[in-house]
T-cell receptor
Framework: GNSVTQMEGPVTLSEEAFLTINCTYTATGYPSLFWYVQYPGEGLQLLLKATKADDKGSNKGFEATYRKETTSFHLEKGSVQVSDSAVYFCALRGAGNNRKLIWGLGTSLAVNP | EPEVTQTPSHQVTQMGQEVILRCVPISNHLYFYWYRQILGQKVEFLVSFYNNEISEKSEIFDDQFSVERPDGSNFTLKIRSTKLEDSAMYFC????????????FGQGTRLTVV
């Protein structure tokens, strides 16, 4: 079945450092891929998405590229801020009429000033 | 900006009691979902709902669970007889048909069964 494997945390960075959170997936066909973010005390917010191979999703300085050949969707940001401290979830939605999301475990990011 | 709202934010209940978690999806959305996240574990799909019926459910969604859209705006999750292992954060989500691939989530209800 479909699955998502996400880099374990916690990740602790200094402000303005480069961020990478790895995400790989197993799926049949061509799933849609997502990064969701959960800020402290809040719900799950869509950060970015990609729906086909080689698509790059981007938002708030974060980027992730849908790599079919490596079945990956790594999240990157060139310069993190304290306000980026949150838990980041990689997720996929299978192809076709299967609309449920399959989730990674989540990676906690703490950015220190 | 339209959002999914969930009430209550935190519910404490005794084992064996019934609980109803409430959600108001975004008004023009047609697909509705419940997910849960047990502390320290992955977010898990429970059920999806479309056109007034369940379209998909997971193994977790057994006879103790039910969903309802009673009045065209609310979407509820009922747990008939709660168990300790039902303690989790429950997330409601909704999405449009056709145009959207992503789902929009509420802030969650933390259910604690004691």
């Amino acid at each position: 079945g479909n699955s998502v494997t996400q880099m374990e945390g916690p990740v602790t960075l200094s402000e303005e450092a480069f961020l990478t959170i790895n995400c790989t997936y197993t799926a049949t066909g061509y799933p849609s891929l997502f990064w969701y973010v959960q800020y402290p005390g809040e719900g799950l917010q869509l950060l970015l998405k990609a729906t086909k191979a080689d698509d790059k999703g981007s938002n708030k300085g974060f980027e992730a590229t849908y790599r079919k050949e490596t079945t990956s969707f790594h999240l990157e940001k060139g310069s993190v801020q304290v306000s980026d401290s949150a838990v980041y979830f990689c997720a996929l939605r299978g192809a076709g009429n299967n609309r449920k999301l399959i989730w990674g475990l989540g990676t906690s990011l703490a950015v220190n000033p | 900006e339209p959002e999914v709202t969930q009430t209550p934010s935190h519910q404490v209940t005794q084992m064996g009691q019934e609980v109803i978690l409430r959600c108001v999806p975004i008004s023009n959305h047609l697909y509705f979902y419940w997910y849960r996240q047990i502390l320290g574990q992955k977010v898990e799909f429970l059920v999806s709902f479309y056109n007034n019926e369940i379209s998909e459910k997971s193994e977790i969604f057994d006879d103790q669970f039910s969903v309802e859209r009673p009045d065209g705006s609310n979407f509820t999750l009922k747990i008939r007889s709660t168990k300790l292992e039902d303690s989790a954060m429950y997330f409601c989500a909704s999405s449009e048909e056709v145009r959207q691939v992503e789902a929009f989530f509420g802030q969650g209800t933390r259910l604690t069964v004691v």
